[in-house]
């Protein structure tokens, strides 16, 4: 392993590298908040049908636009209130994390698979294949991607897949840019240069020897790339080219609250706050993992 | 100086070929633009005359070809639904969209860059973990959200500033508050870093054990150093402003770009999207190229 700390080996020099990732893991404040926080809201999108109160899709006419427990007339009964549609507004939040976290993973695990392939394959060969990279990445950072995005969601339509697929193609280049420089500087340290005259295969030397020692900068990206597609997908239904009614999106709902937020603003302030405590929570997780991973790279 | 430019230049072209190909094929792939043209009801013959009529009954190699010796012309064809010029469709609509990406960039730079400076001048302190905070915060908030929120407290409410539109500078101050604050936090971290690079370089402890006092050593040299990253951010922001803003123009109703992009894609405006897509990525070629000249006149070293 070349991502060991002397300094950490030196005081406990029985304990394997991921040992001493777990101890560091366990006194940082900042990724144990981050985990807790990312892991509840997880929990809440597994669970979401035991913890409902009601069927997110259930409309009740009759009523309609029911105020929140805190205001005047609300109940416990919808302690949210309902929508226009007379739907129980925390059902609705609550399935709402399922749209977010699996559209935001996937999204970053299939742009997490590409970028990191481009990145290997051009920092091991270098030359015209790394030429080749480079414009590749350098021809996707001109295009406008949102607008790409939008145009194509407008053709090839929402569904689950196409929309992870399409959110993937804007978020592959950081793999690919941080993938490529690391395989850079590893490309002709000992453990590489040894598995080589050991007579390892290419394919063994990128997957078997450098793409361990990549995985946990992959990792660090990955989450954070997790929580700008979480922030795109919403963008997205918010727009209206996303997720499609009536399936329960934070950023459908909070455009779907949109007229009504003058007198009831909770129905667009409660789904961005839901959206802000997962971002946050992942992006503290994803700069705490960083600061365990690789200590030294810390300030 | 010239020298840099020449070197770039073969790949700033090569780039915004293909995004002009890629342009291209996404929207003429993504619909049958001949049956737009014609109407749903349309029989196979009137459908043939539009096609002849529009060149489009050629294969897409010479279609594209077509399209790209009128667009270096200056011609982006017309718009399906208005019959307007592309060109002046765009150019009526650009004057929003620059004003809120520029304006946007210079509180973003003149907040952000001062922040990192002092982050990376106590570092691991209070200071620093509190502009920490607030720069999570900028880069997790969905804008729209934290558009509409603002619009709710400071127009609605307070009745401080203008609902929607983009007739005066007052109806810009949220849009550019927002737009700001989404891309503020990466000017933090570069620059925090940028400085904390340097001052950990051998040069400036070479300058520190000469007796240069600290100040000047920041102001001069570690400051100096972290400019370059700071440039390149802020070209590839601005670029980025340019085709990113329809959400927030679409929450402020602002007339710009990126409504005219969302409406015609909603309205699948084949030419108008085309144009803008190819248009903003032209830009940003562009401007990332003029800030590797800056960045080269800056610094000396990159000359080479």
């Known amino acids: 392993m070349t991502m060991t700390n002397p300094s950490d080996r030196a005081g406990n020099p029985t304990l394997s590298p991921r040992q001493l990732m777990v101890m560091r893991a366990v006194g940082h404040k900042g990724f144990i908040i981050g985990a807790v926080v990312t892991a509840l809201y997880v929990l809440m999108a597994v669970a979401a049908p035991l913890i409902a109160p009601f069927d997110p899709l259930d409309q009740n006419l009759l009523a309609k636009l029911a105020p929140p427990v805190w205001q005047d007339g609300g109940s416990w009964q919808h302690p949210l209130g309902t929508d226009s549609l007379g739907r129980d507004y925390l059902s609705r939040l609550i399935f709402g994390a399922r749209i977010s976290i699996m559209i935001g993973f996937f999204a970053a695990l299939v742009s997490a698979i590409v970028g990191t392939s481009i990145g290997l394959l051009g920092g091991y060969f270098g030359g015209r294949v790394d030429a080749l990279v480079m414009y590749i990445v350098n021809v996707k950072l001109a295009m406008p991607g949102l607008l790409v995005a939008l145009a194509l969601v407008s053709a090839f339509g929402s569904s689950f897949v196409t929309l992870v697929i399409i959110l993937s193609l804007l978020f592959w280049d950081r793999y690919a840019i941080v993938v490529r420089t690391l395989t850079q500087q590893f490309r002709n340290q000992d453990f590489v240069l040894a598995a080589r005259a050991a007579g390892a295969s290419t394919t063994r030397i990128l997957f078997r020897e450098l793409l361990p020692n990549l995985m946990n900068a992959v990792i660090v990206v990955l989450t954070l790339e997790m929580a700008l597609a979480i922030v795109i997908e919403a963008a997205l239904s918010f727009l209206g080219l996303g997720v499609r009614p009536p399936n329960p999106s934070w950023g459908l709902m909070i455009s779907e609250g949109r007229q009504y937020m003058f007198f009831r603003p909770h129905l667009v302030i409660a789904p961005g706050i839901a959206i802000l405590g997962l971002v946050i929570a992942i992006n503290v997780l994803g700069d705490g993992f960083r600061d365990i991973a690789a200590p030294e790279d810390r300030r | ?304």
């Open chain 2, 1 to 304: 100086m010239i020298r840099v430019i020449l070197r770039r230049i073969p790949m700033a072209l090569l780039v915004a070929l293909t995004v002009s190909i890629l342009g291209f094929a996404l929207l003429r792939l993504s619909g049958d633009l001949v049956r737009e043209l014609a109407g749903d009801t349309a029989g196979p013959e009137q459908l043939a005359q539009v096609a002849r009529a529009y060149g489009l009954d050629k294969p897409l190699p010479i279609q594209y070809l077509n399209w790209l010796w009128d667009l270096l012309r200056g011609d982006f064809g017309t718009s399906l639904f208005t019959g307007e010029a592309v060109s002046s469709l765009i150019a009526t609509r650009a004057g929003p969209t620059i004003i809120l990406a520029l304006a946007s960039l210079v509180v973003a730079v003149v907040i952000g860059v001062p922040l990192g400076v002092l982050a990376a001048a106590n570092p691991n302190t209070l200071t620093d973990r509190v502009i920490a905070v607030v720069a999570v915060f900028g880069q997790a908030v969905p804008n729209f959200w934290f558009g509409l929120v603002m619009l709710v407290i400071f127009a609605v409410k307070l009745k401080w500033l203008p609902v929607a539109g983009d007739d005066t500078a007052a109806h810009f101050v949220l849009p550019v508050i927002t737009l700001a604050l989404s891309i503020m936090p990466q000017f933090v971290r570069v620059t925090r870093s940028g400085v904390l690079d340097a001052m950990g370089a051998d040069y400036i402890r070479t300058a520190r054990s000469k007796g240069i006092p600290a100040r000047r050593l920041f102001m001069r040299h570690a400051l100096r150093n972290a400019i370059l990253p700071v440039v390149s951010l802020s070209a590839v922001t601005l670029g980025f402003l340019l085709g990113g803003s329809v959400i927030v123009e679409s929450v402020f109703s602002i007339n710009g770009l990126g409504l005219l992009a969302y409406s015609s894609i909603l309205s699948n405006d084949f030419p108008v999207v085309q144009a803008i897509v190819v248009i903003v990525s032209i830009v940003y070629v562009f401007l990332t190229l003029l800030s590797d000249v800056v960045n080269a006149w800056i610094d000396p070293r990159l000359r080479g």
